[in-house]
């Protein structure tokens, strides 16, 4: 469904990724590792039109979304829940939902995903009236990525999603995810929290320094001492 072949792109001068070549399939869970500064934020970027691709070429659904603008991608059905949540903290949880629904196919559906989302993140609903920006760090993970789901995707590109929760926090929203693709939506997850982000995810693409370095099932990666020793605390 999205695929990526050789895909280069940089801020500048700067080289940020170097052919890279992932690609996920209708309802896939993947996952996407490595260390701080690998591209990992980068790629979704480069996915969703926020940076451009210098060479290489980029299709979702047999199209060419490369040189697209972004809000032509999200109406294609990728969502994109950027690093560090970024809702809207002077909007009521509701509020921000709503506005998450901002193409012209999820507008028209927006009631009913409004209800779908409420039900998944049941303390959304109970919150819906409160300032985003007053909720806990958690409860916003869930309202960003709510208001991804809230698009109505087909993938959905989620980074580091568990970043600064606590552990039975980071459960949730594990669990959350879990549900979502249980669902039949693809997932791409950038996580740190590779143990637990290879749980969820049947395959996985870990990045170095902008390329990919190796690409696995998940058990396979579990079980590579390489991966072990870097990331797992093996
Ligand atoms: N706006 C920018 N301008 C210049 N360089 C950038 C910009 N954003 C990222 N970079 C650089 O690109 C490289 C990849 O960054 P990226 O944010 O994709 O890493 P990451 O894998 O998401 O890391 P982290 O786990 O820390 O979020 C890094 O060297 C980073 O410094
Ligand atoms: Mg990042």
Redesign the pocket.
């Known amino acids: 469904m999205l695929e990526l072949a050789n895909v280069s792109a940089s ?2 001068a ?1 080289p ?1 990724l170097t052919e890279v070549s992932i690609n996920v399939r209708e309802g896939e869970a993947v996952g996407l590792l ?10 979704l ?1 480069t996915i969703s039109g926020l940076l451009r691709s210098r060479s290489g070429a980029i299709t979702f659904a047999h199209k060419n979304i490369a040189s697209l603008p972004p809000y032509k991608i999200t109406e294609l059905g990728i969502a994109h829940v950027p ?1 560090g949540r970024q809702v809207f903290p002077e909007l009521t949880v509701q509020e921000n939902l709503e506005i998450g629904a901002y193409v012209p196919a999820a507008k028209a559906e927006r009631k009913r995903s409004l209800e779908l989302v409420l039900g998944i993140f049941p303390v959304l609903a109970a919150r819906r009236k409160q300032l985003a920006g007053t909720m806990s760090g958690g409860e916003q993970q869930m309202l960003a990525v709510g208001r991804g789901l809230m698009l109505k995707p087909r993938l959905l590109m989620l ?2 999603p568990s970043l600064g929760l606590a552990p039975v926090v980071t459960d949730m929203t594990f669990q959350k995810i879990q549900e979502i693709h249980a669902m039949g939506t693809a997932i791409l997850l ?1 996580e ?1 929290n590779v143990s637990r982000a290879l749980q969820l995810v049947q395959r996985a693409y870990v ?1 170095e320094s ?1 390329r990919v370095i190796m690409h696995g099932s998940s058990a396979e990666l579990a079980g590579n001492k390489q991966v072990q020793a870097a990331y797992l605390g093996v």
């Open positions: 801020y500048g700067v940020a490595g260390a701080n500064g690998a591209g990992k934020s980068t790629t970027r690093e980074d580091e950038v740190q990045l902008g």
